[in-house]
Every structure is written in structure tokens, then in C-alpha cells.
């Protein structure tokens, strides 16, 4: 099996930062892209930022210039770097990544439990 475990929410005030991470652990031959998504009340889940292995990155307009993603594939970890936060970027924050699978030899696509983050004065 495998597993994401997300890390590094919280509260922050308007223009503050945070820094979140995902581990990635279990039965693991190689991990392609790597994104992080959030989710707002009421809203629908949305990108943020994705990683590939090779570590080129795209990321939603509304956090371009202030959110950097970022990887370590040696540790199976990924970051997101959130500056200058929102108060409407308050969120559940999940990571997503694309496993190879070292039993079944299959790619797919799983979910941590997400991190709540909240922004607010």
C-alpha cells in the first residue's frame, strides 16, 4: 500500500507564510508528478501546483509569484512554500501523487488526508 501524509498546516495571518509538506511511503518503485491541491468551503477542489520528477512545475494563476513547489525525490517528500497568504486561501490543502507501484507494477494517482490551513487576523 501507500501512503501521503500531509504536514505544516495551520493559521496564519493575512501576508504570512507557511510551509507544507507530504511524505510519501509504502510499496513505492517510483513517484512521477506531484501536485498539491486545495479545497475551500463549499468550493470545489482546485490545483495549485505541480511538480514532475525532473522538477519542472506549473501552478494555478492566483498563486503564481507567491507559492514555490518543490521536491525531494531521495526523501519522497514534496513541499509547497506559501507566501503572502489570503484570507480566501483558507483551505484544505491535499497532496496528490502519480506512484509506480512496486507490487503490482501499475501507475496510479493517490491522496493524503489533507491539512487544514487558515488565514486570518
Known amino acids: 500500500q501507500v501512503q501521503l501524509v500531509e504536514s505544516g498546516g495551520g493559521l496564519v495571518q493575512p501576508g504570512g507564510s507557511l510551509r507544507l509538506s507530504c511524505g510519501a511511503s509504502?510499496?513505492?518503485?517510483?513517484?512521477?508528478?506531484m501536485s498539491w491541491y486545495r479545497q475551500a468551503p463549499g468550493k470545489q477542489r482546485e490545483l495549485v501546483a505541480t511538480?514532475?520528477?525532473?522538477?519542472?512545475?506549473n501552478y494555478a494563476d492566483s498563486v503564481k509569484g507567491r507559492f514555490t513547489i518543490s521536491r525531494n525525490n531521495a526523501k519522497r517528500t514534496v513541499y509547497l512554500q506559501m507566501n503572502d497568504l489570503k484570507p480566501e486561501e483558507r483551505a484544505v490543502y491535499y497532496c496528490?501523487?502519480?506512484?509506480?507501484?512496486?507490487?503490482?507494477?501499475?501507475?496510479?494517482?493517490?491522496w493524503g488526508k489533507g491539512t487544514q490551513v487558515t488565514v486570518s487576523s
Open positions: 511538480i514532475t520528477r525532473g522538477a519542472s512545475t
Open positions: 509504502g510499496t513505492i518503485q517510483s513517484i512521477n508528478t
Open positions: 496528490n501523487a502519480n506512484i509506480r507501484d512496486i507490487i503490482r507494477f501499475t501507475s496510479s494517482d493517490h
